[in-house]
């Protein structure tokens, strides 16, 4: 019996793609590992008394990578991607380190690479090429989804977290415990970003530099006027909770005006999405129901891929377009 050369090809590939998730997953960098153990004092620690309670717990003694692990490391966490991988990361809350997020960058490759040769599109080469290139880029997309929710559901309880905030500190309250009542009883994510400053501040970091922190894991314009007016009042005095209750009632008219926009560019933002991916779903739709008819447009090297290159370029382009079109700057 003779094997198809493609089939065999692909197997390997897949073979190959599956030693190159395990050597990733694998790698454990000191700052992944940093990352776990905040995270597993983010679940057990909630107040200052539980300061006392971790320093009777045994230490775990981590497991030291090879030397290939190592080399894996330094090619996949230490680069510039890395770090903003970590970063992307950290504002979606996702529990994953740098290197298990490449290694589900390459398993998603591989799994729309297979799923669309053998099951959606007949063995077409071409067309397993694309789905695995949309498959790389898959987790992105949903990390950045997740990061957008996350950040819209912060901005939008951060007036009343100011006002937590300012009542806290008219109780007599300092900075760090109304803090840590916004942490006990504020909503997610604001809670566990709260909760994640005042452990830092505990573990011995200083207060600019965890709020420092927290603007980079929330990248909100607000969260930085916040974050601003709180370091002035640390270093030139004032009273702090005046000072946020007149930010919180400037955050709100700016939620408001946001949400008005984005009502009135609701049409404009449907019309994106429906002109730029309607011809790609127009050409599936195609595809499925006479495959000889667009076969010849992927099939032709000479016509046909400059013609598909070309398309997806103009379509991309006018995405962009016309959502830069509609985020307005307020």
């Excluded at 073979?15 to 153990?37: H, Q, Y």
């Excluded at 490759?109 to 669309?116: K, L, P, S, T």
């Excluded at 501040?201 to 006027?225: C, P, T, Y």
């Excluded at 994106?272 to 991916?277: A, E, K, P, R």
Aim: include cysteine.
């Amino acid at each position: 019996m003779q094997i198809d050369p493609i089939i065999v090809i692909v197997v390997a590939v897949l073979l190959a793609g599956g030693v190159i998730v395990w050597g990733i997953v694998s790698v454990r960098t000191e700052k992944d590992i940093i990352e776990e153990r905040l995270s597993n004092y983010e679940k057990e620690a909630t107040s200052f008394l539980d300061l006392e309670e971790l320093k009777d717990e045994p230490q775990v003694q981590e497991k030291r990578p090879s030397i290939i692990q190592e080399r894996l490391d330094s090619l996949v966490s230490e680069r510039s991607f890395g770090k903003k991988w970590r970063q992307q990361l950290a504002r979606a809350d996702i529990k994953l380190t740098v290197s298990e997020y490449a290694a589900v960058h390459v398993f998603s490759m591989f799994a729309f690479f297979a799923i669309g040769y053998f099951v959606v599109f007949g063995q077409q080469i071409v067309m397993a090429i694309l789905a695995g290139f949309v498959g790389f880029f898959a987790p992105r997309i949903y990390v950045s989804r997740l990061t957008s929710t996350r950040l819209i559901r912060f901005e939008n309880q951060l007036p009343d977290t100011l006002g937590l905030w300012v009542n806290a500190l008219r109780s007599g309250y300092s900075v760090l415990q109304s803090m840590e009542a916004i942490a006990r009883d504020a909503p997610e994510p604001t809670a566990t970003e709260f909760k994640r400053v005042v452990q830092e501040v505990q573990l011995g970091i200083d207060m600019d530099d965890a709020l420092e922190h927290l603007v980079n894991r929330v990248e909100s314009e607000d969260l930085d006027l916040v974050v601003t007016a709180v370091n002035i009042q640390r270093e030139v005095g004032g009273n702090l909770a005046e000072i946020l209750d007149v930010i919180s009632h400037t955050i709100r008219e700016r939620i408001k005006l946001k949400g008005e926009i984005r009502v009135l560019t609701a049409q404009g933002r449907a019309t994106g999405y429906l002109i730029s991916f309607l011809p790609i779903v127009l050409a599936l739709f195609l595809y499925g129901i006479n495959p000889g008819y667009m076969g010849n447009l992927f099939e032709n090297r000479t016509c046909g891929w400059p013609m598909l290159g070309i398309g997806l370029a103009l379509i991309g382009i006018g995405f962009a377009v016309v959502q830069k079109i509609v985020d307005i700057d307020i």
